[in-house]
């Protein structure tokens, strides 16, 4: 099972939304899809689920491509739009007994049971789509676009409207998904990101910056050493030569080292604190945040 992404652009009259894109997606990966507004996310997640057309490059699924085999690619894909456009009209169930006839499944009733109660949408069921608030629609939203349970998942700002405890519920629906499908949703909620996917792309100005595991985007920054001491180390300035560590600063009980790939600067500390009967209260590595690295890429 997978998605591939290859050489892909897409042109508004003569604006470039989209330039030259390639990535891939296996079974099991949540990827995370960011970019300032206006980088393309949405321009390229309508080409994957075949509302709009490429310039140039080519989309498969499973080896389908979306434009040669258009109704066999949908039949595996699952889109919640940006814009999420429903009809107002119809019951929550009336919308997804609409949706499981287009999508031929079987055992309807018994989808649309599960994909209410996974959504918490069973208090809604009385009203119609239009009469439900904001967070409540996106639901629906995500409800539709599970329903036939498909290969591909693609959310367009999934989380969006959501309160906090739903917030958290429909991360979960997301990632309980990935263990059959591929999930690739856009977001602005770079926490998000870090809590449930298993590697980020990012988008800037039509292009692909990064294409990463998380663990390997957050590597540079990771890269200072904060060690609490219990006693005043200023005495021992003049030792911390024999770390052959970069000394970044130095506090009374805190010092803070440059880390060395290759060294283990870990053990030397240890080594250090017992060698001078010190005690060592904390050893933390600083943590990078996905806001900062998406600032340097994006900027
Ligand atoms: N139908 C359209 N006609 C003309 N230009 C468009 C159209 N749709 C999008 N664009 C332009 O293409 C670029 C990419 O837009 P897109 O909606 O893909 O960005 P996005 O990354 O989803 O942004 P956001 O985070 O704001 O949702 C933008 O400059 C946008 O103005
Ligand atoms: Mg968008």
Redesign the pocket.
């Given at each position: 099972m997978s998605l591939n992404v290859h050489q892909v652009s897409k042109k508004?009259?003569k604006?470039i939304?989209?330039d030259a894109i390639s990535f891939s997606i296996d079974k099991g990966e949540v990827v995370g899809f960011l970019?300032?507004?206006?980088?393309?996310?949405?321009?390229?997640l309508?080409m994957i689920a075949g509302f709009l057309t490429p310039d140039s490059g080519t989309i498969t699924i499973n080896g389908i491509a979306v434009d040669k085999d258009p109704i066999a690619a949908k039949k595996l894909i699952g889109y919640l739009p940006?814009s999420n456009a429903l009809y107002e009209d119809l019951y929550v169930k009336e919308y997804l007994q609409f949706l499981g006839k287009i999508h031929q499944i079987n055992q309807i009733p018994k989808r649309i049971d599960a994909v209410v109660e996974q959504l918490g949408l069973g208090p809604m069921q009385q009203k119609k789509i239009g009469q439900l608030s904001k967070g409540y629609k996106q639901r629906v939203g995500i409800a539709a676009a599970i329903l036939h349970e498909p290969a591909l998942l693609l959310l367009?700002?999934p989380t969006s409207g959501l309160d906090p405890n739903q917030l958290i519920e429909i991360r979960n629906v997301i990632k309980s998904l990935s263990t059959n499908a591929m999930i690739l949703f856009?977001t602005?909620i770079l926490h998000e990101v870090t809590a449930i996917c298993s590697s980020v792309l990012v988008?800037h100005e039509?292009k692909l910056v990064a294409n990463e595991p998380i663990e390997t985007l957050l590597q540079p920054l990771t890269n200072n050493l904060r060690v609490s001491f219990e006693d005043d180390i200023t005495a021992f300035r003049d030792q911390l030569g024999e770390l052959n560590a970069y000394v970044i600063s130095i506090d009374k009980h805190l010092l803070v080292l440059k880390l060395d790939a290759n060294v283990d600067i870990k053990k030397k500390i240890m080594q250090f604190a017992i060698d001078k009967g010190l005690n060592i209260q904390r050893l933390q590595t600083e943590e990078a945040s996905l806001e900062e690295i998406f600032k340097l890429l994006t900027h």
């Open positions: 508004y009259d604006q939304a989209v970019g300032p507004n206006g980088a393309g996310k949405s321009t390229t309508k940006e367009d700002e856009s602005h988008l039509g």
